[in-house]
């Protein structure tokens, strides 16, 4: 009897483990990094990010100003030719405000929507509205609608000061890095975190990296190394080869924003750490896939800027015809590594190896066709 009864307590020890740590009890870590994978390998479907609506009828002589961060920066000028195709698809006007990452040019922009009496201002591709705050205040009062562009992360709030924002899932590509480094390193990540948290969403994107670290391999070692955006010419280099002679058992390095990776090389070609450590990143930015291709990097979790650019104007339009906001971009994001690499064109650009999916389906979301 007594053997029964321990028994049967040992059984409802187990179930109530089980049920207050579920993955502890039920997964296997390494299984659990490489179904984050390879749920980013499959080539992109495209799911409606909201009811479908007659986007020619709603837009009819409406007027829209985007304006970007910097028109220098390439992956701003291929989201403002995809925003401008997607508009011109559907039929209003959509005018690009040129300008050289000045906050007067922002101003200026924004002058100009409202004495042009335009319906809406986009802030896209990394323009935070925090600093414009009186000036879109203004805007408001003239009734213009406001909203960002692949800005905020999904889990941040947005500003007072915008009406609807177009969020990016920056908090799953930090989990698909975590996992990435986790498998290529069979379970024993030692890794060097690069953030920017001058960039608001990097603040959500580096969180998801540790906390997925974290949860998969809590023991495993972790360094987060905090560079600017003007500081990256000169302090990621540095910054790098000190990480690595500091503990030359670091095995993976993840600049969470990839053209950060054309500073990390160098580092790891001067520490003779080239090749033992390896480097993932996020952006697909055209000159970071060739690396990939050419062994530089291990891998680049690429986004569809084209697919981003009608995913943007979905939402602006949702916003100008009085539709709910979307919960967030509903832009892929795509593991590109040594297997496919070649998909991403030879040289690479922003949108092959994606599919085009988007297109038919935001097409038949605007009902045009």
Partial sequence: MRCILASSLLAAFTIIATLSDPLSAMADPMDEARAIIEKHRAMPVFTPPGEAFDAKSCMAKKKVMSIPISMTIPFDVELEKAMAAAAKEVGFTYTTWDNQLKIDQWVQGISQAMSQKYDAIDLAGGLNPAVLGPQLGEARAAGLKISTSHFYDVTQTSAKSVDYSGKVDFTDAGELLAAWAYVQTKGKPNVLIIGSSDVLPSIPFVKSIQQTLTKLCPTCKQKHLDVP??????KIQSGTQSALLSDPSINYILPIYDSMSQFVVPALRITGSEGAVKIAS????PFVLDMVR???VDMDIGESLGWAG????????????????????????????????????VPANFTDGYGNAYQDGFRKLWMLK
């Fill in 310 to 345: 009608y995913a943007a104007i979905d939402n602006i339009m949702r916003m100008v015809c009085g539709k709910p906001e979307v919960a967030k971009l509903n832009v892929p994001l795509l593991v590109f590594d040594k297997s496919n690499i070649k998909t991403a064109g």
């Fill in 229 to 234: 955006v003007s500081e990256w010419a000169t």
């Fill in 294 to 296: 050419e062994g530089q």
């Fill in 282 to 285: 996020f952006n697909g930015t």
